[in-house]
C-alpha cells in the first residue's frame, strides 16, 4: 500500500510539474545568427498569452537581428513578465522564453540539447536555408525535449549533468530587450550611414578619376593642336 500511495504521488508530482514547465516555456525559436532568419520554431497553445504571444515573437524576431557573431554568446534579457534566454552556437542562436521563476540552469541546459541535436541534424544545411523556418518539423524533438526536462526526475538528472560552460548561469549577463533593440536599431542606423557614406566615397572617386581622364584628354588635345600649329607655321610659312 505503502509502494503505491508513493508511486501516485511521484506521478502527480511529475504531471504537475509537466504542467508548470508547459506553461513556463512558452515559446521557442531557432534563428541563424548572419541574417536572423528564423529556422524553426514552437510556440505553447496556451489561450491566457495566445494573443501577447505574437508580441514576444515579434520581439525574438527583431533581437535576432541584432545579433552578430560578436554578441554574447549566452544572455537572458527581461521582456515584461517574462525572460528571454538565448545562446549562440556555430553562428546559430537558439532562444526560449520562459516565466522568470523558471530556472536559468534548466533552460540553457534546455537550450544546449536543442543546439546538440539540431546541429546534428541540420548542420550542413543551415548555411543553403533561403525560406523562414525551413526545419520547421524539429518542432517535434522541442516538444519532446521540453517533456524531459519538465520530468522531476529527467529534469533533476540533467541538471546534475550540466556541462562546465553552464555551472556558473548567475555570471550570464541580463539585459532589457528595449535596451537591446533600441541599441540594435542605433547600430543599423549607423551601418546604414556607413554603407552610405562608403557608397559616396566610391562616387567621389569614380568622379574624380573620371574629371582626372577628361582634364588629360584636354591637355593631350590642347597640346597637340600646339604642336600642329607649330609643325604648319615652320614647314609652310618659315
Not at 210 to 236: E, K, P
Amino acid at each position: 500500500l505503502d509502494s503505491l500511495l508513493q508511486e501516485n504521488i511521484v506521478y502527480l508530482e511529475e504531471k504537475v510539474w509537466s504542467g508548470r514547465v508547459g506553461r513556463m516555456v512558452l515559446m521557442t525559436m531557432i534563428a541563424r545568427v548572419a541574417d536572423g532568419l528564423p529556422l524553426a520554431a514552437s510556440v505553447q497553445e496556451d489561450e491566457q498569452t495566445g494573443k501577447s504571444i505574437l508580441d514576444y515573437q515579434n520581439q525574438a524576431k527583431r533581437l535576432f537581428k541584432t545579433l552578430t557573431d560578436a554578441s554574447p554568446s549566452r544572455c537572458s534579457i527581461e521582456s515584461g513578465p517574462y525572460l528571454f534566454h538565448y545562446m549562440i552556437e556555430q553562428s546559430t542562436c537558439f532562444l526560449t522564453l520562459c516565466d522568470r521563476t523558471f530556472s536559468k540552469k534548466t533552460a540553457f541546459s534546455f537550450l544546449e540539447d536543442l543546439a546538440n541535436e539540431f546541429h546534428s541534424q541540420y548542420g550542413h544545411k543551415i548555411n543553403t536555408a533561403t525560406r523562414p523556418y525551413s526545419f520547421i518539423e524539429f518542432d517535434t524533438y522541442i516538444q519532446k525535449a521540453k517533456k524531459t526536462y519538465g520530468d522531476v526526475r529527467g529534469g533533476r538528472r540533467q541538471l546534475a549533468n550540466l556541462n562546465t560552460e553552464l555551472q556558473d548561469v548567475q555570471r550570464i549577463m541580463v539585459q532589457n530587450i528595449d535596451d537591446v533593440l533600441q541599441r540594435g536599431a542605433i547600430l543599423s542606423e549607423l551601418e546604414n550611414k556607413s554603407a552610405n557614406l562608403t557608397e559616396m566615397s566610391r562616387k567621389y572617386k569614380k568622379d574624380a578619376e573620371t574629371l582626372n581622364a577628361t582634364s588629360l584628354a584636354v591637355i593631350a588635345g590642347a597640346c597637340g593642336g600646339v604642336t600642329l600649329l607649330v609643325l604648319i607655321i615652320y614647314f609652310f610659312v618659315l
